[in-house]
């Protein structure tokens, strides 16, 4: 594969993540790298469209898809996940009441520690709002 066709790949790979997240997380960018290293882009590319099918073609809609994978995120803990997709909620159409509600059902579901990370996401986003 010549450099040029796998910068153009890369591109659509990183356009998938950029329309349902509003950006290209770190980590899928450090796996782009070692795609190119190693030359492993045909996974990149079959995870992004997989993710995209399950994110854009889903009768959930692509704002609830995120909400969903923001409480799903906080109720495992994952912190840096439940991040970029509190974001991604807020890309597509949510708003931080529904993060709130989110939080909270996680309360219910996950217990404090769940809710207090939810609360703690919700905080640092109106904190670089306002910056």
Do not use: C, K, W
Not at 29 to 54: K, N, S, Y
Not at 96 to 118: F, K, W
Request: hydrophobic share 45%; charged share 20%.
């Amino acid at each position: 594969m010549t450099g040029d066709d796998f910068d153009r790949r890369t591109e659509a790979v990183r356009a998938r993540y950029t329309s349902t997240l509003g950006g290209v997380p770190g980590g899928v960018q450090d796996r782009l790298r070692l795609a190119r290293e190693f030359g492993r882009l045909p996974t990149e590319e079959a995870l992004a469209a997989l993710r995209h099918i399950v994110l854009t073609a889903n009768p959930l809609g692509a704002r609830v898809q995120q909400l969903v994978h923001f409480g799903q995120l906080l109720s495992l803990g994952r912190e840096h996940p439940a991040r970029i997709h509190a974001r991604g909620a807020l890309h597509a159409g949510a708003t931080v009441p529904d993060l709130i509600g989110v939080a909270e059902t996680a309360l219910i579901t996950s217990g404090v520690p769940a809710y207090a990370l939810g609360a703690e996401i919700i905080a640092d986003l109106l904190a670089a709002d306002t910056t």
